[in-house]
């Protein structure tokens, strides 16, 4: 069962930068697809990016531009750098691993962004 741990969440002023970090508990991590999702409060979970085949990325539109998904496989760690943040990012993050089937195996337990005006 592959664990994934969000971090790098936290407060931060619209326009600054954050880099979320998902750390995976197994090995294969590193031939899965991998996600970051979003949930603001009382909003359903949406999809923010997308990383498969070792470099192919796909991004929510509202992110596009702004935001960068990449892993580090030596790590079991895969990355959201995002920057030029606004108030209506604040949400809780979560990454996701394992495409199968149309759904994802796993999923991490989030972490917070807020970002304040």
């Known amino acids: 069962q592959v664990q994934l741990v969000e971090s790098g969440g936290g407060l931060v002023q619209a326009g600054g930068s954050l880099r979320l970090s998902c750390r995976a508990s197994e090995l294969a991590f590193s031939s899965d697809s991998v996600a970051w999702f979003r949930q603001a409060p009382g909003k359903e979970r949406e999809f923010v990016a997308r990383m498969w085949g070792g470099s192919t990325t796909h991004y929510a539109d509202s992110v596009r531009g702004r935001s960068t998904i990449s892993r580090d496989n030596a790590k079991n760690t895969v990355y959201l750098q995002m920057n030029s943040l606004k108030p209506e990012d604040t949400a809780v993050y979560y990454c996701?691993?394992?495409?199968?089937?149309?759904?994802?195996?796993?999923w991490g337990q989030g972490t917070q962004v807020t970002v304040s005006s």
């Open positions: 996701a691993a394992g495409w199968t089937g149309g759904s994802w195996s796993h």
